[in-house]
């Protein structure tokens, strides 16, 4: 295998430099503005966009891309904050649902605006349309990627 190329280093290491910092300083942001993780942040999402408010737990890990222990252990820790609660699958009895209460829509929706502005400022506003158009781009060629190598 070749190794990176000058280049290709930098764009690599930028990439890497820019997943940490800013899953990081979104994290910090919304623990400073609101009593949610950015992992709580994302269960929350997943439930308020379902129409019925309430997601397998096979679906949620498959949506946040983890496995089934950690949102297990994740939800169980939202249940004790009482954001979300679990209910049994009448029509699989190893399945459940995570549901979303009204404690957890309550604190998603004081959340999202701080949230919003946040991505706004350290992602969208330094972003010219041309730079946003390349970067969804870019962003769906290497998902569509993924997409080929997990099948």
Do not use: K, Y
């Not at 623990?31 to 269960?43: A, E």
């Not at 408010?53 to 994740?74: F, I, M, P, Q, Y």
């Amino acid at each position: 295998t070749p190794w990176l190329d000058a280049d290709e280093q930098r764009a690599w290491r930028g990439w890497l430099a820019v997943n940490a910092r800013l899953s990081a300083a979104l994290h910090r942001d919304l623990q400073r503005h609101s009593d949610l993780s950015l992992p709580d942040f994302d269960v929350l999402v997943q439930l308020t966009e379902s129409p019925e408010g309430r997601v397998r737990v096979s679906a949620l890990a498959t949506a946040l891309e983890w496995d089934r222990s950690r949102v297990s252990h994740h939800v169980t820790r939202m249940q004790r904050r009482g954001l979300v609660d679990r209910e049994e699958c009448e029509d699989d009895a190893r399945g459940s649902f995570v549901v979303g209460t009204a404690a957890g829509r309550a604190a998603i929706e004081a959340a999202a605006p701080g949230h919003v502005r946040t991505v706004r400022d350290l992602v969208l506003d330094p972003l010219t349309a041309t730079d946003l158009a390349a970067l969804t781009r870019i962003d769906e060629r290497i998902l569509a990627r993924l997409d080929e190598r997990t099948g």
